[in-house]
């Protein structure tokens, strides 16, 4: 019995323990969560971070055949905390065990410094203790850091993500990757103003269509959460990121290499200041090409500001062809009727105008089509004054129908719009010289491109067609928009206007002031331009701008193109010998690309040795070959690598697997370039020329998003 209760008693003991227990821990849970709650989530705070944003990847911009023009790459700051403590223990054994294989393996492959220079400087910062010591001065690619990752120390640990979201740490080594992006234009300075940039990563486009579709381009952020667990942190997503789409746009970067060639050359040759050139499809508005090109210093254009779209200035006679066709449409003239331009010199409400032959006597009688060919400031000028003077509102109501005023979104923020002046909407500023001098292409303001939107309407029967840089947003390769073509008027002018006008700018080339224009390979149409602008300086002085705009082939247009030329330094200035030339070699070259001309039609210089060709494309080595008159033996593949045996040109197929990175050595940057995109790789291109060297070996395995460095001479 006195065991029972031994028992019993025990048992209570302990039930009340258990009780006890329990009721201190209650009431420690209700302490805790009502009085000490703001101190336990102070603490809380210490291992949780608050939410951070995941930025997206942004899309890329693509040129109409699918090449990749721009895209973002990612490259790497590399640092060292010298206070990792495995470097320090058992005396920095482990340290002073690798730093001279280190040293030696950063030296050989990065060159900045001697191996001895490298193991000083990395000592100085071991013995400081530095925490952030920049390994290396410059970013590296991904396939430079994938090889860091194999030196000696470098490659042992793992990496585990940092404090900062950009940055991975290696606890063993103290090796810290920053991984920056950097947004890079494949084709270099080509389109540079079209094509645009972005501010940095994140942070949005800064001009061009990276500006104009940044809201496509960016994506949207996703959020994740940082939390330590025990001795480390993870990290959760709470929302993924959504990736930006894609633009693809209408840019032919082979016709954009043509025109800035062309433009460049002239450019340099006459050392003006600036020049633009727009290309464009005429039956779909699709801008194929568009050059800015800036003098930097002599002989160095590059792209800076987006003269086609942008640029407010008078266009000078490329304007005569709007205000006849106005004469025309109305009935006031006939091309055949006579017009006398005097001797050249005629007196407008006080002002002496003068034709550009005036000191040889003028043209006199001419007939309303010559004037046009011969761009004679005089008789377009009666034209218009002696049948519009006492109502110039009905001249500029005739332009204004034609929509050419009306603005247009191109997807390019800056960009100007036609500026043409109304006596009643702008009575203050119409004065009696007004209406002459606007007929001729003064105190009116187009940018270049308003300018071959009307041109291009005449070469495309008089339906007028919105310039496009952009044909659809992508994603992963499938359409999400297209954009198709938009007419802003079904028709400026009736047909038999039309044909008359384009009868005239045929003779502006054929025996006009654009007679250098005139082409054996291509027949073209267009006029000349020459207008007087200020140097912007504020001092009166004045320079000149040149500009040629026109249509080819003149008898079933397939593209139109402006050329303009501001502030010629050498030789006096000529809209025909300057831009007219420049447009010259454009439309040969790009007919000769199109529709493969006979060799016999181009002129060249016949040669005793065979051309220098790079490996690229069969067809297009093909094409160029034929064009050359050149004996060639190719193998039946998609992608061919030349040499040369005696008088034949010999091409061997070049090998593509998925898995493998194509050999692109002596291949043009355009081929090797698609090549290895194609592979989903990334590419940086130095130099111009033909490849001589990539960092990735052709028969390497294919890393998916690392980047192939290619050398160009």
């Not at 040293?103 to 400087?121: D, M, N, V």
């Not at 600036?274 to 090109?293: D, I, Q, S």
């Not at 027949?523 to 007087?532: F, H, L, R, S």
């Not at 330094?569 to 300057?578: D, E, I, K, L, T």
Request: glycine share 10%.
């Amino acid at each position: 019995m006195a065991g029972r209760n031994t028992l019993i008693n025990r048992f209570k003991w302990i039930y009340l323990t258990l009780a006890l227990l329990f009721i201190v821990a209650i009431g420690k849970i209700i302490y805790i969560q009502v009085f000490d709650y703001e101190g336990w989530m102070k603490e809380a705070k210490r291992y949780q971070m608050n939410e951070r944003p995941i930025n997206p990847n942004r899309g890329n911009v693509y040129a109409c055949d699918g090449k990749l023009v721009a895209s973002t790459i990612p490259y790497y700051m590399v640092f060292m905390d010298m206070k990792a403590e495995p470097l320090h223990s058992k005396g920095g054994e482990y340290y002073k065990d690798n730093i001279d294989s280190l040293s030696l393996c950063l030296s050989k492959h990065f060159g900045e410094y001697s191996a001895a220079e490298y193991k000083r400087r990395m000592n100085v910062a071991y013995a400081n203790g530095n925490r952030n010591y920049k390994v290396l001065s410059r970013k590296i690619s991904y396939i430079e850091m994938q090889t860091l990752k194999t030196f000696p120390l470098f490659r042992d640990g793992r990496f585990r993500a940092g404090l900062d979201p950009n940055e991975m740490v290696n606890y063993r080594n103290g090796l810290k990757l920053r991984q920056l992006e950097n947004r890079e234009n494949l084709f270099g300075n080509l389109a540079g103003r079209t094509i645009g940039n972005v501010y940095g990563a994140g942070m949005g486009g800064q001009y061009g269509l990276e500006l104009g579709y940044d809201s496509l381009l960016k994506g949207i952020p996703g959020v994740e959460q940082r939390t330590r667990v025990g001795n480390n942190w993870i990290y959760v997503t709470l929302q993924k990121p959504i990736d930006g789409y894609d633009v693809v746009t209408t840019l032919d970067m082979k016709m954009q290499d043509v025109a800035d060639k062309a433009l460049r050359d002239m450019l340099t040759q006459i050392d003006a200041a600036m020049g633009c050139v727009v290309l464009m499809e005429v039956a779909t508005g699709e801008v194929k090409a568009c050059v800015n090109l800036s003098r930097v210093s002599k002989g160095d254009y590059r792209e800076q500001y987006n003269m086609a779209v942008a640029d407010m200035s008078e266009p000078g006679s490329t304007f005569k062809t709007m205000s006849l066709m106005m004469a025309l449409e109305d009935g006031v003239c006939k091309i055949t009727d006579s017009v006398d331009t005097k001797n050249g010199q005629y007196t407008f409400y006080g002002s002496n105008i003068k034709d550009h032959n005036f000191n040889k006597g003028g043209y006199g009688k001419i007939s309303v089509a010559d004037v046009l060919a011969y761009s004679s400031n005089v008789g377009v000028m009666r034209i218009i004054d002696e049948n519009y003077s006492k109502d110039p509102g009905k001249f500029v109501d005739a332009i204004y129908g034609t929509k050419i005023t009306e603005p247009m979104d191109f997807g390019i923020r800056g960009a100007g719009k036609a500026e043409i002046r109304h006596p009643k909407t702008d009575p203050k500023r119409w004065y009696g010289t007004t209406l002459p001098w606007m007929a001729m292409g003064y105190e009116v303001k187009i940018p270049p491109i308003y300018t071959l939107t009307y041109y291009n309407a005449i070469a495309n029967n008089g339906k007028m067609v919105k310039p496009r840089f952009v044909k659809e947003i992508s994603e992963q390769g499938s359409t999400v928009k297209r954009f198709n073509t938009e007419v802003i008027n079904s028709s400026i002018a009736s047909q038999s206007t039309l044909k008359d006008i384009r009868s005239m700018l045929e003779g502006v080339v054929s025996y006009g002031t654009g007679k250098p224009v005139k082409s054996d390979v291509v027949t073209i149409a267009g006029k000349t331009g020459t207008a007087q602008i200020g140097y912007g300086g504020g001092d009166g002085r004045k320079t000149h701008q040149i500009s040629f705009c026109g249509y080819f082939p003149a008898e079933k247009p397939l593209y139109s193109a402006i050329v303009v030329i501001r502030q010629p330094r050498v030789a006096n200035p000529s809209a025909g010998g300057m831009s007219g030339v420049v447009f010259k070699k454009i439309a040969e070259r790009i007919y000769s690309q199109v529709t493969q001309i006979e060799v016999d039609k181009m002129s060249r210089q016949e040669e005793e040795v065979l051309p220098r060709i790079a490996s690229g494309s069969r067809q297009a080595l093909r094409s160029a070959l034929d064009f050359l008159d050149v004996d060639y033996r190719f193998d039946k593949a998609e992608w061919i690598s030349t040499r040369q045996d005696e008088r034949l040109l010999v091409g061997s197929a070049v090998a593509l697997h998925d898995e493998f990175v194509p050999n692109v050595l002596h291949m043009g940057a355009q081929d090797a370039v698609y090549l290895i995109e194609k592979c989903g790789m990334h590419v940086q291109v130095y130099g111009k020329g033909k490849v001589v060297r990539q960092s990735v070996a052709g028969g390497s395995k294919v890393v998916k998003g690392s980047t192939v460095v290619l050398t160009l001479q």
